[in-house]
Structure formats: C-alpha cells, structure tokens
C-alpha cells in the first residue's frame, strides 16, 4: 500500500514539473525561436500606456539603440485614419492622426530613399504609423504621403518621405511629449519637415497645397476678404445673419507677425463698435466651415469670398473639387 501511494506521488510530481516547464515564464522564448521585429503594440496592449511599454533598455527606446530587441513581439498599431493638422501654440501646425495624436519623425532615419531605422524596443517606445488607409486633409499635399516597407514587409506612413511614428508617452490628442526627445524625434509638419519651437504669429503665412502661401490666424485658420467690402472708401458688406458664418478676424500685435509686412496691418472698427483685423485695408474673416489649419472650404464661396496672399492681395485660385 505504502509502495502505490509512493508510486503515486511520484507521478503526480513528474506532471507537476511538466505542466510548470509548458508554461513557464511569458518572457521566455522557445530554444531557437527568434523574436519578431519592426511591429508595434496596440493602443493599451499589456502596458500603463496608450501604445505600449515605453522601453527599459538602455537609451530607453528613444533612438539611442535604435533597431535593438525589446524580446516582444508587437502588433500592428492603429490605423492613421484622415490625417489633420493641429495648431500647436508653441509649434505652429504639427500633424495629427484622425484621433489627433501627434506623429513625429526620427533623425536617424532617411527620407531619400525612405528607411526607418526604429525598430525592436525602439519601436515600442514609438509606434510606427501604418501606411494603409492614411488620408492626406487639405493642408497636407496627397502627393507628400508615401510609404515605406519595413524588414517585417508591413508598410510604413512617410510624409514628406520620412517615416512616421507616435509616441507611446503622449495620452491624450494634442500631447506633443515626444518633441525633442534624445535631441533626434520631432513632430512633423505638414511637408515632412521637423516642425521648431517658435513663438506664435497673430497673423502668419501658411503654404497651402492648392493656393500656395495664404495668410491665417493665430489658430492657423484661413483668412478671408469679402468682394462686397471695400477698403477705401470704408465698406462693411458682411453683416448680421453673413456674421454667423464669417467672423471678423481679431487685431493683430503688428510685434506678432510672421511672413507679412508690418505696413499690411491694420484694425478697423465696424458699424457695431467691434474691431476687426484688416489686411491691406480690407477686413478680413474666418470661416465657420473650416475646421483646422489648412482648410479653405471658403475659398470662392458665392464667388464673393477668398483667402488672402501674403502680398494682401486676394487669390481667385479655384480648388480642384
């Protein structure tokens, strides 16, 4: 009796250990099995972030060993859906996924040819931004969107030919955290550039695809002039219902300008008492239908109302569609 239930516990230590090494640690990896490469997390996969563990390694993913194994194998991030762009107040326009998080660029990666050089933990640290079904609004030019495809054969978003990622440490639409990390990641502005610290512009000049350079306020919206205004004679042709579709611009600080001589600017008063900015004697407006920087859905309506140049001159330019 003694001999069976010896014979017994025996066997039941042998299945014990054989169920402890199927297990194991979820860190281990099987002998010879080389982990996968060049993915990224999911939006809150397994981590206290919204992309995934910010690296531990050193250079703690931030490019410092770009390419290095993080021993992970990461998914496919998030899709970039319509990309947009956000007015930033210490940035100016940065680009935005449709959710409005922040995608940034890496100075050690290439844009001609395009080739990311993220990947492993570094990549987990900065999600790389999927290529399929990325949308250029308008004031991204189509043609500045591409893609590259990594050693895994996914397709990466570049913009401007450089590759684009997010930041696994912004949280929330509008962070902008990642900026200068390890002196080499920056947010992207819309040509593929690195957008720069600058001190915001009450008026400035922004490089509109279809129109070119056009004047915008200091959110980066679209400035407008009004046909039935006249600047001399002083002529107010937009009033009461026409003042909730267009908004008279506010006064600039003439200190505050950029792109656009000082001698442009001025600030007239309404029939109401309210003052307006105005451009080379004109009033000018915002539109309510445009929604971020780079919109021109005002652009020829009723064939009354364009934006301005950065002469003071109205642009005729019809934007295709």
Wanted: hydrophobic content about 30%; glycine content about 14%.
């Amino acid at each position: 009796m003694i001999t069976r239930r010896r014979a017994g516990l025996a066997a039941m230590a042998v299945a014990t250990l054989a169920l402890t090494a199927a297990c194991g640690s979820s860190d281990n990896q099987s002998a010879g099995t080389t982990p996968t490469q060049d993915q990224v997390q999911p939006a809150g996969a397994g981590s206290d972030s919204k992309y995934g563990s910010s690296g531990s390694g050193q250079g703690d993913g931030y490019g410092g060993q770009a390419g290095g194994d993080s021993g992970a194998a990461p998914q496919s991030a998030p899709r970039a859906g319509t990309l947009a762009l956000h007015q930033d107040a210490k940035l100016g326009p940065v680009v935005t996924d449709s959710k409005g998080m922040t995608l940034y660029r890496f100075d050690k990666d290439t844009a001609k040819p395009p080739k990311s050089n993220c990947s492993g933990s570094c990549a987990t640290t900065w999600p790389v931004v999927p290529a399929d079904g990325a949308e250029a609004p308008a004031g991204i030019a189509k043609s500045a969107l591409g893609s590259v495809t990594r050693a895994d054969g996914t397709k990466q978003l570049t913009i401007g030919g450089w590759p684009a990622y997010r930041y696994a440490k912004d949280t929330k639409p509008g962070d902008t955290k990642g900026q200068g990390v390890g002196g080499t990641w920056n947010a992207l502005a819309a040509d593929g550039k690195k957008a720069v610290a600058q001190e915001p512009g009450d008026v400035s000049v922004l490089n509109q695809p279809e129109l070119g350079d056009i004047l915008v306020d200091g959110k980066g919206m679209t400035l407008y002039r009004f046909n039935k205004d006249s600047a001399w004679p002083m002529k107010f042709g937009c009033n009461d219902a026409c003042l909730d579709t267009w908004k008279p611009a506010k006064p600039a600080d003439r200190s505050k300008l950029k792109g656009i001589p000082s001698k442009l600017i001025s600030t007239v008063t309404r029939p109401d008492g309210l003052r307006q900015l105005a451009v080379d004697c004109w009033p000018v407006y915002t539109f309510t239908g445009d929604k971020q920087p780079g919109d021109i859905n005002g652009q020829g309506k009723m064939g009354l109302w364009f934006a301005v140049s950065k002469e003071g001159k109205k642009i005729t330019t019809t934007p295709a569609g």
